[in-house]
């Protein structure tokens, strides 16, 4: 098992799935041989989400590996738990072109993972249709942790604005993962509007 083989597996095993075009250009820069290697050594399954008329390939660990590693319950997934942690590695794979950060599992719904860099956390979190379940923890659970949302339209936040003012909190939207320069991918709340991160 080479080194790189075995960031793969530990980062993995914390979220408990990657799509296959991230796993390639995160972790092998493209290079799908690399890729189609861990297959064929048993350390990665890939499977195909169907949505719609898209087919959208993504891997998990081995299951031997998966009890090794301790990593996520994979049978407890959902769709749309498999598309939030797709686009977890999205934005991690946008921030790194930056800095290194490191990947844990977050312990605290309904993050889907933490993301670690010179002692700072971040948990992020992806809003897709569960805009309720953030209302409740911003009113409710919110200490202060630094914290990113991905989500696919800023107006989808509206019912969280009132918690958010001054707090920690960056979030970003599923064009600017795809198309944004790294320096202008978040933006904030203002009190009155979404503005973008000043640096």
């Given at each position: 098992m080479t080194e790189n083989e075995m960031k793969v597996i530990k980062t993995v095993a914390e979220i408990g799935?990657?799509?296959?075009?991230?796993?390639?250009?995160?972790?092998?820069?493209?290079?799908?041989k690399k890729t189609r290697?861990?297959?064929?050594?048993?350390?990665?399954?890939?499977?195909?989400?169907?949505?719609?008329?898209?087919?959208?390939?993504?891997?998990?660990?081995?299951s031997v590996l998966n009890k090794q590693f301790e990593g996520v319950q994979l049978e407890y997934l959902t769709v749309k738990a498999i598309l939030r942690r797709m686009?977890?590695?999205?934005?991690?794979?946008?921030?790194?072109?930056?800095?290194?950060?490191?990947?844990?599992?977050?312990?605290?719904e309904p993050f889907v993972g933490v993301l670690k860099r010179n002692g700072l956390v971040f948990h992020v979190g992806v809003v897709r249709g569960d805009i309720e379940k953030w209302?409740?923890?911003?009113?409710?659970?919110?200490?202060?942790?630094?914290?990113?949302?991905?989500?696919?339209?800023?107006?989808?936040?509206?019912?969280?604005?009132?918690?958010?003012k001054d707090k920690l909190i960056r979030v970003t939207t599923d064009e600017n993962l795809k198309t944004a320069p790294t320096d202008d991918l978040f933006y904030e709340w203002d009190g009155t509007r979404w503005i973008k991160e000043e640096r």
């Open positions: 799935v990657i799509g296959a075009n991230q796993l390639t250009r995160i972790f092998f820069r493209g290079n799908k290697k861990m297959i064929q050594k048993g350390f990665l399954i890939q499977h195909t989400l169907e949505q719609g008329t898209k087919s959208i390939p993504f891997f998990t660990l081995s686009l977890f590695f999205q934005l991690y794979g946008r921030l790194i072109e930056q800095f290194p950060f490191t990947v844990e599992r977050s312990e605290v209302e409740t923890f911003f009113k409710w659970h919110y200490d202060n942790e630094r914290i990113i949302l991905v989500t696919e339209k800023l107006t989808f936040l509206t019912p969280i604005q009132p918690y958010i």
